[in-house]
């Protein structure tokens, strides 16, 4: 059964900093990670998704990489702002086992101004 | 388009009542989901389908009904509501481009449904 773990569980850095989130998972025989934002209250908002063929992908000031030999996924910020405090979850998706995403507990990100 | 839309977006129930969430989406896709999240527990699988007529139990199926009649809409139903079934519901939808009961695709969630069971 595919576990999904997210370190740290909560993290709070000044504005402007470079940050790396950290998402470990269990089964290397993983289809494809997930990337996903949480405002509080709100739903979950999709940043990056990572086939299991690709090594990294990109978007503005995040990038997500994946290695399966490892069984590890980072998420990195580049200058990082108040907006993006948030819950950062990972979610995979594997061939064994139960279907659907198996997520992380998430990491709480706050930025201070 | 809406993308995945979700009615209620609040509910409380008394123990033993039956009640469904409602799950849309307008983007034509065969994959659909539910899940729960609670505090400390993270989100969980509870129903899954990969298309009209095909539905499957996830991590936590157990109290829960689903059906899916249209590729647009995938209710949960709640068959005796009991308050360990407090939680936040989230449904989700994604193409599904290979013919497994699995998605590789963008995973797009609802907004959500917050329940209380008393």
């Known amino acids: 059964k595919q576990e999904v773990t997210q370190i740290p569980a909560a993290l709070s850095v000044p504005e402007g900093e470079n940050l790396v989130l950290n998402c470990s998972f269990t089964?290397?025989?993983?289809?494809?990670l997930q990337w996903f934002r949480q405002d509080p209250g709100k739903g979950l908002t999709s940043l990056l998704l990572?086939?299991?063929?690709?090594r990294e992908q990109t978007s503005g000031r995040l990038n997500a990489s994946l290695d399966k030999s490892s069984g590890r996924s980072t998420l990195y910020i580049a200058a990082s702002q108040p907006g993006d405090s948030a819950t950062y979850l990972c979610?995979?998706?594997?061939?064994?086992?139960?279907?659907?995403?198996?997520f992380g507990k998430g990491t709480h990100l706050i930025i201070q101004p | 388009n809406a993308g995945v839309t979700q009615t209620p977006k609040f509910q409380v129930l008394k123990t033993g009542q039956s009640m469904t969430l409602q799950c849309a989406q307008d983007?034509?896709?065969?994959?659909m989901s539910w899940y729960r999240q609670d505090p400390g527990m993270g989100l969980r699988l509870i129903h899954y389908?990969?298309?009209?007529?095909?539905?499957d139990q996830g991590e936590v199926p157990n109290g829960y009904n689903v059906s899916r009649s249209t590729t647009e809409d995938f209710p949960l139903r709640l068959l005796s509501a009991a308050p360990s079934q407090t939680s936040v519901y989230f449904c989700a939808s994604s193409y599904s481009r290979l013919a497994g009961t699995y998605s590789t695709d963008t995973q797009y969630f609802g907004p959500g449904t917050r329940l209380t069971v008393l």
């Open positions: 983007m034509n896709h065969e994959y």
């Open positions: 979610a995979g998706v594997s061939g064994g086992g139960a279907d659907g995403l198996t």
């Open positions: 089964d290397s025989a993983i289809y494809n």
């Open positions: 990572i086939q299991s063929s690709q």
């Open positions: 389908s990969v298309g009209a007529g095909i539905t």
